[in-house]
């Protein structure tokens, strides 16, 4: 028997061999693997949106001082009143959601299909590194089919 070739690997958790996918501790045979694909997750990027909008909101009631004047609130410091504590409300609000957009960012999977449906076999945010094991599974499989020439009866 002779050993499998290796096509790529990155040194820790990804091999590609010219018959076999292995990620950590989970091995695919590519006879089992109908597809290969890049695959891109794209974030939820409402709840950062909505921060914003109440974050707006909120600041402009309180600049525009629509909250009534029993809402203040008194502190060891004095007393705060009801807009400015929605004015300063809304900005942190708004930052916050400023925040959750840049933080939610894209990844990127080894979408793979077997015969019990497709999964993400591998997910990360560096879209060079899936890219790259994506094209070696593709190489593995030409390869396959290149050591198992069609058989034709004449």
């Given at each position: 028997?002779?050993?499998?070739?290796?096509?790529?690997?990155?040194?820790?958790?990804?091999?590609?061999?010219?018959?076999?996918?292995?990620?950590?501790?989970?091995?695919?045979?590519?006879?089992?693997?109908?597809?290969?694909a890049f695959w891109t997750i794209?974030?939820?990027?409402?709840?950062?949106?909505?921060?914003?909008?109440l974050g707006i909101g909120a600041?402009?009631?309180?600049?525009?001082?629509?909250?009534?004047?029993?809402?203040?609130?008194?502190?060891?410091?004095?007393?705060?009143?009801?807009?400015?504590?929605?004015?300063?409300?809304?900005?942190?609000?708004?930052?916050?959601?400023?925040?959750?957009?840049?933080?939610?960012?894209?990844?990127?999977?080894?979408?793979?299909?077997?015969?019990?449906g497709e999964k993400n076999a591998?997910?990360?945010?560096?879209?060079?590194?899936?890219?790259?094991?994506?094209?070696?599974?593709?190489?593995?499989?030409?390869?396959?089919?290149?050591?198992?020439?069609?058989?034709?009866?004449?």
């Amino acid at each position: 028997m002779t050993p499998d070739k290796v096509i790529y690997t990155d040194g820790h958790d990804v091999v590609v061999t010219d018959s076999t996918l292995k990620i950590k501790k989970t091995s695919y045979k590519l006879a089992g693997i109908t597809k290969a694909a890049f695959w891109t997750i794209r974030p939820d990027r409402w709840p950062g949106v909505l921060l914003m909008l109440l974050g707006i909101g909120a600041a402009v009631c309180g600049y525009l001082g629509l909250i009534p004047a029993e809402w203040s609130m008194q502190t060891e410091s004095g007393l705060i009143s009801g807009n400015m504590l929605a004015l300063w409300t809304g900005i942190a609000l708004f930052v916050l959601g400023i925040l959750a957009l840049v933080m939610s960012r894209e990844r990127y999977a080894v979408r793979i299909g077997t015969a019990e449906g497709e999964k993400n076999a591998l997910v990360s945010t560096k879209r060079e590194y899936i890219a790259q094991i994506v094209d070696a599974v593709h190489t593995a499989f030409d390869l396959g089919h290149m050591n198992n020439p069609p058989v034709h009866n004449y």
